[in-house]
């Protein structure tokens, strides 16, 4: 079948530049929108009952994504998560970056590609949105300037595709993804179920830096056959005083994950070894133990680069990687 028409709007302007929104429809009336800046999922819709409901937590307003800090809806990198003490080695040549969070880099420092306007092209006939940047070691300390394009699918069976290509001209670092967060039914998430393909989550220090050590998952952190997110926070709360999840997952398998609500489900599916999940109230005021949405990060390990059993972050030079990660919709 044919794709259908993407249509682009102007969005706003950062530092002089046009942003523009990219909207891909299916068939079904399903519609995904993106961003230049930042190259962020802007919306996920759904037409269920003659309207459409979304999906993920999103702003309206180019000005809520440059100044909010949850990092809502961005591709975040060039590496996703913390470098602990923003320091890392290649080739037996250590790297100190300027620390962001605490002593620690955070989502590749201040001036990560989360902070830049991309160049977008559309591809109507497979559906498809492509987003090129020029990342410059310049910008964010990293070695090599990596020539990055991520390219926004959707099918015509409701399943999102998100590829991130890379190609560097020196030995360097690469694991982004898209920092996005998920609410299948308003208002909340606490009565939805979260089911995760893993045996253990990443012990961390008191900066949320891994130790390099695995946990086996147990209570709280045990959702294999699916938690309802509430239970598992007063779970979590009992076992060890947290209010909210901050934590990685090592995951397994193709689909490595499912959130569900009575009338929704969507697939997570991955081809690296983490899922990160973050309780938050990401577009409003945060209230303790209530969760508007749930980020859901697809990604290589955190700190992958400073653990040798994390897996392999390293983008050599002119040595072409791809990632995909993919969220398939379903009605119930």
Same mark, same amino acid.
């Given at each position: 079948?044919?794709g259908?028409p993407v249509?682009?709007?102007?969005f706003g ?9 990219y909207?891909?429809?299916n ?8 961003l ?7 919306n ?14 999103h702003f ?20 996703a998560?913390?470098?602990?003490k923003?320091?890392f ?7 100190q ?6 002593t620690?880099?955070?989502h590749?420092?201040d ?5 830049k ?5 559309a591809?109507g006939?497979?559906?498809?949105v492509?987003?090129?940047l ?8 990293f ?7 991520i ?9 999102v ?10 030995d360097?670092?690469?694991n ?19 089911q995760i393909?893993?045996d253990?989550?990443?012990d ?7 130790t390099?050590?695995l946990?086996?998952?147990d ?6 056959k699916?938690q309802i997110?509430?239970n ?8 060890n ?9 090592v995951?397994y398998?193709?689909? &490595?994950?499912?959130?569900?609500s009575d009338k929704? &489900? ?8 983490g ?10 005021v945060?209230?303790p133990g ?22 392999n ?20």
């Amino acid at each position: 079948m044919l794709g259908m028409p993407v249509t682009r709007t102007k969005f706003g302007q950062v530092d002089g530049e046009d942003v523009y929104k990219y909207t891909i429809e299916n068939s079904n009336k399903t519609r995904i929108s993106v961003l230049t800046y930042a190259a962020a999922w802007q919306n996920f819709e759904v037409y269920e009952d003659g309207e459409y409901h979304s999906l993920i937590s999103h702003f309206d307003d180019l000005q809520s994504y440059i100044e909010m800090p949850f990092q809502v809806g961005k591709t975040v990198g060039r590496v996703a998560g913390r470098i602990g003490k923003a320091r890392f080695m290649i080739n037996g040549k250590t790297y100190q970056l300027t620390p962001n969070n605490q002593t620690n880099l955070m989502h590749g420092g201040d001036d990560g590609i989360q902070t830049k306007n991309f160049i977008g092209s559309a591809d109507g006939k497979h559906n498809s949105v492509s987003l090129a940047l020029i990342v410059k070691s310049s910008d964010d300390g990293f070695p090599g300037n990596i020539d990055l394009l991520i390219t926004y699918s959707l099918s015509e069976d409701d399943e999102v595709s998100i590829t991130y290509t890379a190609v560097s001209d020196a030995d360097t670092l690469f694991n982004p993804t898209c920092h996005v967060y998920f609410n299948l039914d308003e208002p909340s998430i606490m009565d939805e179920t979260l089911q995760i393909a893993s045996d253990s989550y990443l012990d961390v220090d008191d900066e949320k830096v891994p130790t390099g050590s695995l946990i086996s998952v147990d209570k709280a952190f045990d959702f294999r056959k699916g938690q309802i997110i509430e239970n598992a926070l007063c779970n979590l709360e009992k076992q060890n005083g947290k209010l909210e999840f901050d934590d990685t997952f090592v995951t397994y398998g193709d689909r &490595v994950a499912t959130l569900s609500s009575d009338k929704r &489900v969507v697939d997570f599916y991955s081809d690296r070894n983490g899922l990160v999940i973050f309780t938050a109230n990401p577009t409003g005021v945060e209230v303790p133990g209530q969760y508007s949405s749930v980020a859901m990060e697809l990604q290589m390990l955190p700190d992958a680069i400073n653990h040798t059993n994390f897996g392999n972050i390293i983008l050599r030079k002119n040595q072409k990687t791809s990632y995909t990660n993919k969220y398939q919709y379903r009605k119930l």
